[in-house]
């Protein structure tokens, strides 16, 4: 009973934007210094001949969900907080699948040419 609440809380809070704020906050952005103020991860950097600069990178993205956390809280009731068990297991592979990532290609000064968001 004392990790009751854990999955609970896990499906109630995000650590992410959704992906629209994501792709609304990178529109401002016209250059790398501004993106990487969003702190994303950057998965991979690759330079082209002419000196262009292409980067891959993940955002987390917001994935809190109220109702979700409701039905948690009913199953733990339910099973008197053997839930637990599953319900934190599938809190953290949801986590770890809510990302984003964001390919972006800038001219030799720093500039964005190109962005696309898969």
Not at 98 to 108: G, R, S
Request: glycine letters at 6%.
């Amino acid at each position: 009973m004392i990790m009751s609440g854990c999955a609970v809380y896990m499906a109630s809070t995000s650590e992410g934007e959704p992906p629209k704020q994501i792709q609304k906050n990178i529109s401002y952005c016209s250059t790398r210094k501004c993106i990487l103020l969003y702190d994303p991860k950057i998965v991979q950097t690759d330079w082209d001949a002419d000196g262009h600069l292409t980067e891959y990178y993940l955002f987390d993205i917001d994935n809190g969900q109220i109702s979700r956390a409701v039905m948690h809280g009913l199953l733990d009731i339910a099973t008197l907080g053997l839930w637990e068990i599953a319900g934190m297991q599938i809190e953290r592979e949801k986590k770890k699948k809510n990302k984003i990532m964001i390919t972006i290609t800038y001219d030799k000064d720093g500039k964005i040419v190109k962005s696309e968001m898969r």
